[in-house]
């Protein structure tokens, strides 16, 4: 009996992945273009009003794009705004012009704020529905066309533990994240005829600048903010962006084909509570 392999073996596909300068993105993109895909590594590079914390930089995008073409993969960096509908057609047009394919979207583009619903400001609340709910939804739905046509589409939603359970201060990234959930699920249906697998990753606690900033935002330090995330964890370890890597890199992997509107939780055992 042949087992399939767990191992994804991405030759000849072409990868996109938001929110890509930095964090979880950038090293998702690195271990996509090792396991063959050449890559399309997007970020918005630039800092609003929210959050308060710095966003990727374009040196860091452009960096991880020459990192990744000297090991003879291909790598478009796309300066663009998930929450900006146009910019991500426009974006879309671009790979189609480059590669005339895609096989792989990993929606991971995300920010954070915190405060008690009452007293979330009207722009941080739409901030963060825009960024992290509306705009997998934006990729996603430009993306389709190209996924449809692929034979190996997939879509990797990046959501939370906060997508699952609710988190105190966090009503706005936890409404974004349940969102996630149940977008993952109704686009895993809807892509099933074309044999597109939909599924979202649940990270726990992970080291990034995600968290720092959002410790220098609360005035805590990062470990305070850690310790605040990982308290009901099994394993009381901070996990690395590597970690989530292994997870997606399995979604993609022939094991996982007919895995589809799954969410995997990679959190530590939090969410065994
Ligand atoms: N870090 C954690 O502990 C943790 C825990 C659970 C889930 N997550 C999720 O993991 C994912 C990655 O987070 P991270 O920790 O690497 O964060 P990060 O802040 O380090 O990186 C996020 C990247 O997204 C980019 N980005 C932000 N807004 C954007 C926009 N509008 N358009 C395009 N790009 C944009 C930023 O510039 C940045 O490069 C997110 O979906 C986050 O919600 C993180």
């Not at 991880?64 to 929450?83: G, K, S, Y």
């Not at 099933?192 to 697998?197: G, K």
Request: charged share 20%; net charge negative; aromatic share 4%.
């Amino acid at each position: 009996m042949m087992v399939p392999s767990g191992v994804a073996h991405l030759q000849g596909q072409v990868a996109l992945v938001t929110g890509a300068a930095r964090g979880q993105g950038r090293a998702h993109c690195r271990a996509l273009a090792a396991a063959g895909a050449d890559v399309v590594a997007l970020d918005v590079c630039e800092d609003g009003e929210v959050p308060a914390y710095p966003l990727g930089r374009l040196e860091e995008l452009q960096a991880l794009t020459e990192e990744i073409e000297a090991t003879d993969r291909r790598c478009l960096h796309v300066v663009a705004d998930v929450r900006d509908h146009g910019a991500i057609r426009d974006a879309m047009v671009q790979v189609e012009a480059a590669f005339g394919r895609l096989d792989i979207v990993v929606n991971n583009a995300a920010i954070v704020t915190s405060a008690p619903f009452w007293e979330l400001l009207p722009d941080e609340w739409h901030a963060v529905i825009a960024t992290n709910l509306t705009g997998p939804w934006h990729v996603a739905r430009e993306a389709a066309p190209m996924i449809r046509r692929s034979p190996h589409g997939r879509i990797v939603n990046i959501a939370s533990t906060a997508g699952r359970r609710a988190v105190a201060n966090f009503s706005h990234y936890v409404a974004a994240k349940h969102g996630v959930i149940g977008l993952t699920r109704a686009m895993a249906i809807e892509l099933a005829p074309d044999e597109v697998t939909v599924n979202a990753i649940l990270p726990g606690a992970v080291d990034s600048p995600m968290l720092a900033g959002l410790a220098r935002e609360l005035g805590l330090t990062t470990d305070d903010v850690l310790e605040t995330f990982m308290h009901d964890q099994l394993f009381e370890v901070v996990l690395t962006p590597g970690e989530i890597t292994s997870a997606l890199l399995w979604l993609l992997s022939d094991a996982a084909r007919h895995v589809t509107g799954h969410c995997l939780s990679v959190d530590g055992g939090s969410l065994a509570h």
